[in-house]
């Protein structure tokens, strides 16, 4: 699988402690904080080696810094996914202008299907795709239709506490899976090495990862040590205040 080199990300906005969240009691944000710990995240970026783009923060979508969303970039194809969140449905725009110089065919999901990024996990032959609120089975036919000669597209049931099947398991490369438990015992997922975190660091099963390295969120130490011992060069970034909205590591870049 060819190794990501570019990002782009968005720096939360404003408005970004109206964005959604599963929560029924949405703790504060605290935006200067999250601005902070977004400048960590770009920079873990750059360290490992992508080079990034990044956009203006947008006051009109309050939950713009999630860039993985609302775009889809597989085997040189740009996919313009139909938000299942409405209130996110053209956050899309700008992310396609961003990576207009790659000049990248376009095919743009339509009703009802919904799509977001985050609900695929991408290998070297296969998409996964996680049937959530925000992902439907007409997404997996849309995406079916669109790269089934180069590889599969599996759906996948997704545990009604994750929001995207990426918050729990994240692709590692080379047949190798960081995962939830649960996630871990999905059967589509049967063949994969696995790397199960501990229940009490369930985050940390959304990582990010760029050949050996991997931008994982600080605070988890047993995951931390068990990447460590599998060899990865790991580069931890403070990310509370994007949990306390339903992100995590890959929801806040668009690679490609």
Do not use: W
């Not at 194809?77 to 110089?101: H, P, Q, T």
């Not at 438990?181 to 369930?202: Q, Y």
Request: net charge negative; with cysteine.
């Amino acid at each position: 699988m060819r190794l990501p080199t570019r990002a782009v990300v968005r720096p939360p906005a404003p408005t970004y402690a109206d964005a959604l969240t599963q929560e029924a009691e949405p703790q504060p944000v605290d935006l200067a904080l999250a601005c902070q710990q977004h400048a960590l995240y770009v920079n873990a970026l750059k360290t490992v080696g992508l080079a990034v783009t990044e956009l203006p923060p947008d006051p009109n979508f309050p939950d713009s810094c999630f860039t993985q969303d609302p775009v889809l970039i597989v085997d040189g194809i740009l996919v313009a996914c139909r938000m299942g969140a409405e209130s996110r449905r053209r956050e899309e725009k700008a992310l396609i202008n961003a990576v207009a110089d790659l000049e990248l065919p376009k095919y743009t999901v339509t009703k009802p299907a919904t799509l977001e990024g985050g609900d695929v996990i991408i290998t070297e032959d296969s998409l996964f795709v996680g049937l959530t609120s925000r992902t439907d089975m007409n997404a997996v036919e849309h995406l079916r239709d669109v790269f089934s000669a180069n590889r599969k597209v599996v759906a996948v049931f997704v545990p009604d506490r994750f929001l995207h099947l990426g918050t729990g398991c994240s692709y590692l490369g080379e047949g190798r899976l960081l995962t939830s438990a649960e996630c871990a015992a999905t059967p589509e997922f049967a063949k994969f090495e696995k790397f199960v975190v501990p229940e009490a660091e369930r985050y940390a099963a959304n990582a990010l990862a760029v050949g050996p390295s991997l931008i994982i969120a600080d605070g988890f130490p047993a995951t931390a040590e068990m990447l460590t011992r599998a060899g990865f060069t790991i580069h931890p970034v403070p990310l509370s205040e994007f949990a306390k909205r339903d992100g995590s590591v890959t929801c806040l870049s668009l690679v490609c």
